[in-house]
Protein backbone atom coordinates (compact mmCIF):
# COMPACT_ATOMS: atom_id res chain seq x y z
CA UNK A 1 0.00 0.00 0.00
CA UNK A 2 1.49 3.41 -1.11
CA UNK A 3 1.78 5.95 1.68
CA UNK A 4 -0.49 8.74 2.21
CA UNK A 5 0.95 12.28 0.85
CA UNK A 6 1.64 14.57 3.23
CA UNK A 7 0.61 17.82 2.71
CA UNK A 8 3.08 20.87 1.48
CA UNK A 9 4.50 22.71 4.59
CA UNK A 10 6.33 26.24 3.27
CA UNK A 11 9.80 26.90 5.48
CA UNK A 12 7.54 29.40 7.54
CA UNK A 13 4.66 27.07 8.19
CA UNK A 14 7.20 24.68 9.15
CA UNK A 15 8.05 27.04 11.66
CA UNK A 16 4.43 27.19 12.99
CA UNK A 17 4.27 23.02 12.89
CA UNK A 18 7.21 23.39 15.26
CA UNK A 19 5.17 25.24 18.00
CA UNK A 20 2.71 22.87 17.84
CA UNK A 21 4.31 19.81 18.07
CA UNK A 22 5.86 20.66 20.75
CA UNK A 23 3.07 21.72 22.83
CA UNK A 24 -0.54 20.48 21.10
CA UNK A 25 -2.57 20.95 21.85
CA UNK A 26 -2.40 24.98 21.92
CA UNK A 27 -4.70 27.87 21.64
CA UNK A 28 -4.10 30.73 19.24
CA UNK A 29 -2.75 33.14 21.54
CA UNK A 30 0.04 30.87 22.26
CA UNK A 31 0.85 29.87 18.96
CA UNK A 32 1.25 34.03 18.76
CA UNK A 33 2.91 34.82 21.72
CA UNK A 34 5.41 32.27 21.01
CA UNK A 35 6.32 33.20 17.46
CA UNK A 36 6.29 36.73 17.64
CA UNK A 37 8.91 36.58 20.42
CA UNK A 38 11.05 34.93 18.02
CA UNK A 39 10.19 36.64 14.17
CA UNK A 40 9.51 39.77 13.08
CA UNK A 41 5.66 38.39 11.92
CA UNK A 42 2.44 40.11 13.01
CA UNK A 43 -0.20 38.35 14.81
CA UNK A 44 -2.40 38.51 11.42
CA UNK A 45 0.43 36.75 9.22
CA UNK A 46 0.69 33.80 11.89
CA UNK A 47 -3.02 33.76 11.76
CA UNK A 48 -3.30 33.35 8.34
CA UNK A 49 -0.44 30.57 8.69
CA UNK A 50 -2.68 28.86 10.38
CA UNK A 51 -5.69 28.79 8.33
CA UNK A 52 -3.62 27.67 5.89
CA UNK A 53 -2.13 24.26 7.81
CA UNK A 54 -5.92 23.65 8.87
CA UNK A 55 -6.53 23.79 4.88
CA UNK A 56 -3.81 21.89 4.02
CA UNK A 57 -4.86 19.57 6.40
CA UNK A 58 -1.75 19.85 8.62
CA UNK A 59 -3.86 21.14 11.64
CA UNK A 60 -7.34 20.69 12.90
CA UNK A 61 -8.69 22.73 15.51
CA UNK A 62 -11.64 23.08 18.02
CA UNK A 63 -13.14 25.69 19.34
CA UNK A 64 -12.71 26.53 22.69
CA UNK A 65 -14.56 29.45 23.85
CA UNK A 66 -13.28 32.50 21.82
CA UNK A 67 -10.78 30.92 21.14
CA UNK A 68 -9.31 27.69 18.82
CA UNK A 69 -7.15 25.10 20.25
CA UNK A 70 -4.94 23.22 17.72
CA UNK A 71 -3.45 20.00 17.25
CA UNK A 72 -1.21 18.44 14.28
CA UNK A 73 -3.13 15.88 11.68
CA UNK A 74 0.28 15.16 10.05
CA UNK A 75 3.14 13.41 13.30
CA UNK A 76 6.29 15.55 13.34
CA UNK A 77 8.25 11.89 12.74
CA UNK A 78 6.21 11.16 9.84
CA UNK A 79 6.83 14.22 8.02
CA UNK A 80 10.68 14.78 8.35
CA UNK A 81 10.74 11.30 7.64
CA UNK A 82 9.45 12.36 4.10
CA UNK A 83 11.24 15.69 3.73
CA UNK A 84 14.58 13.29 3.90
CA UNK A 85 13.42 11.09 1.75
CA UNK A 86 12.74 13.85 -0.61
CA UNK A 87 15.79 15.42 0.03
CA UNK A 88 18.25 12.39 -0.51
CA UNK A 89 16.80 11.29 -3.55
CA UNK A 90 16.46 15.18 -5.16
CA UNK A 91 20.41 16.02 -4.21
CA UNK A 92 21.49 12.45 -3.77
CA UNK A 93 19.58 10.72 -6.11
CA UNK A 94 18.70 8.37 -3.52
CA UNK A 95 22.31 7.95 -2.72
CA UNK A 96 22.77 7.80 1.18
CA UNK A 97 26.70 6.75 0.89
CA UNK A 98 27.02 10.08 -1.31
CA UNK A 99 25.20 12.04 1.09
CA UNK A 100 27.45 11.20 3.90
CA UNK A 101 30.52 11.10 2.32
CA UNK A 102 29.97 15.17 1.19
CA UNK A 103 29.25 16.18 5.06
CA UNK A 104 32.26 14.13 5.98
CA UNK A 105 34.44 16.34 3.48
CA UNK A 106 32.92 19.36 3.67
CA UNK A 107 31.89 19.60 7.56
CA UNK A 108 33.92 19.35 10.98
CA UNK A 109 32.54 17.17 13.38
CA UNK A 110 33.88 16.66 16.80
CA UNK A 111 35.36 13.31 18.26
CA UNK A 112 31.55 13.02 20.55
CA UNK A 113 29.86 13.37 16.98
CA UNK A 114 32.06 10.89 15.01
CA UNK A 115 31.67 8.60 18.34
CA UNK A 116 28.03 8.92 18.21
CA UNK A 117 27.72 8.57 14.34
CA UNK A 118 29.55 5.11 15.02
CA UNK A 119 27.39 4.04 17.60
CA UNK A 120 24.35 4.30 15.16
CA UNK A 121 25.71 2.27 12.28
CA UNK A 122 26.76 -0.23 14.99
CA UNK A 123 23.42 -0.48 16.24
CA UNK A 124 21.79 -0.37 13.14
CA UNK A 125 24.23 -3.72 11.82
CA UNK A 126 23.48 -5.26 14.88
CA UNK A 127 19.19 -4.56 14.56
CA UNK A 128 20.14 -6.76 11.32
CA UNK A 129 20.52 -3.85 9.14
CA UNK A 130 22.21 -4.09 5.74
Known amino acids: MK ?3 LPQISEAEFEVMKIIWKYAPINT ?3 TEMLV ?3 DWSPKTIQTMLKRLVS ?7 KQGRVFVYTPLVQEQEYLRQKSSSFLNRYYGGDLTAMVCSYL ?3 TFS ?3 LETLRGLLC ?3 EKGGD
Open 29 to 31: NQV
Open 111 to 113: PSE
Open 105 to 107: EEE
Open 56 to 62: KKALTYE
Open 3 to 5: PEK
Open 123 to 125: HHR
Open 37 to 39: SVT
